[in-house]
């Protein structure tokens, strides 16, 4: 049964141009949750905050150098490595550059010659990139703003979530979050179904049980002018579709045993 | 792209012993961006926050009157309308009642004798529910602690979001937003091959039939030393994963009706 699967990887988080610093902290911690663990920062345009009263400018000639403050750590909470390990560099044809499937998440609003996709319908392309060794992004963009249209053509493709027209309000971590959900949800990984240990009963002792149950109502004089045989079948239907245990099956026929004990004097 | 469905109207998320006024609203908020509109909260449970120094309390004989804190509308941003007609009740029985499919949300990590089942699978079988105009109820618990025992067994639906199973941190309005998020995302998706039961019996109806039986059993002097909890248990499941139809339930009742009559004089 596979966990994360290695290719996994192979999949980075660009956010360009991020204003808070607890929405970097978030992404990290929506992103782990679902086995991704590349974060790449573009040029992150954080602002102050109560928590961050004086945060880190950032440089491109020192793109390497820069900090992420405090309060990105708070709110990653145990996603700390993905901010540790990631990238930051200057613009997003970087942070792409050796990637062969780059998509930009927009709003539907936009003017945009591409179509566009939504997450459920690009996750298989995207999967199976990565899996074939293939590098590959998905960009969000700044908070207000979203991307630019220069860093949407560094990308080749178009995502969007789809939602409610009337109201929309997801924000950066919640975003990352829905796509990094999406990207595991169809993944080997979260296709097993867990059953639990259990020891289903056969054909045989589900009919033996009802043929039990029939009897015991006879023995009360249940059917009188009841229709015994339409009765039978829909009780025989109920339990199969109760997909009872061996368990049940017991107690099941205890209960009988005991209302036939309970009922049988008063012949 | 499709709008909202008319039949979102018969799913409702239902927040139970929630903690933190915030994530209430947020909770609001992440529904709202995918079309969903009725909120119910159990017996809201709020802790004293910064914005919240002094929580509203709940008195279940005061249901209807309680009223959440500015900071759940301050979160909600937009989705006021959510939590202004959201149903404030005393316990999960009480909140999915008239439901005919329950969805408790719980962690992989419970013992528990039922299938779990994700999002994914689970969504088309709520949607097509919901589309032949039964109720349907997403149940989250409280943040740190879940769903108690006796809250997820008012259920008839184990569901749990899977992920990396070595970092998992979903908090309850990014849990909302996922599952909120899978529901709308397949909105497109034919459902007409699901026909769901004719008349499908409610949690209530299943948990007062379940009752009967009790009862009947009790009077029967079943129990002697047998552990009637862990029984009366066993049986629950099994007959919500039988998934009664109306008929059934009323068949069952007249089945333990004469059974108390025959052995009523016994005493």
């Given at each position: 049964?596979?966990?994360?699967?290695?290719?996994?990887?192979?999949?980075?988080?660009?956010?360009?141009?991020t204003s808070h610093p607890a929405n970097i902290g978030a992404a990290a911690r929506a992103m782990k949750t679902m086995g991704l663990r590349r974060l790449v920062l573009v040029s992150p345009n954080l602002m102050a905050t109560p928590q961050t009263p004086e945060p880190p400018v950032f440089r491109p000639e020192r793109a390497g150098e820069f900090v992420l403050p405090e309060e990105s750590f708070a709110l990653a909470s145990g996603a700390a490595d993905v901010l540790e390990r990631a990238q930051v560099v200057a613009?997003?044809?970087?942070?792409?550059?050796?990637?062969?499937?780059?998509?930009?998440?927009?709003?539907?609003?936009?003017?945009?010659?591409?179509?566009?996709?939504?997450?459920?319908?690009?996750?298989?392309?995207?999967?199976?990139?990565?899996?074939?060794?293939?590098?590959?992004?998905?960009?969000?963009?700044?908070?207000?703003?979203?991307?630019?249209?220069?860093?949407v053509r560094c990308c080749n493709r178009l995502l969007t979530i789809n939602g409610n027209p009337d109201y929309f309000s997801l924000n950066l971590a919640q975003a990352v979050q829905v796509v990094c959900y999406e990207l595991f949800s169809q993944t080997d990984a979260d296709l097993r179904r867990l059953q639990p240990d259990a020891a289903p009963a056969t054909a045989e002792q589900v009919a033996g049980m009802v043929a039990h149950l029939e009897e015991t109502l006879h023995e009360m004089d249940f059917f009188r002018r009841r229709n015994a045989e339409r009765m039978m079948r829909r009780l025989h239907v109920l339990f199969q579709r109760a997909q009872p245990e061996s368990e049940d099956i017991d107690l099941l026929r205890g209960i009988f045993r005991t209302v036939q004990q309970r009922t049988g004097t008063d012949k």
């Open positions: 049964m596979s966990a994360v699967p290695a290719y996994f990887d192979r999949i980075r988080i660009v956010l360009s141009r613009d997003v044809a970087e942070a792409v550059a050796d990637t062969v499937l780059a998509c930009a998440l927009t709003s539907r609003r936009r003017e945009l010659s591409a179509p566009l996709h939504t997450p459920r319908r690009l996750t298989p392309e995207l999967l199976a990139a990565a899996q074939a060794g293939q590098e590959v992004a998905l960009v969000f963009g700044n908070e207000t703003f979203g991307l630019s249209i220069d860093e």
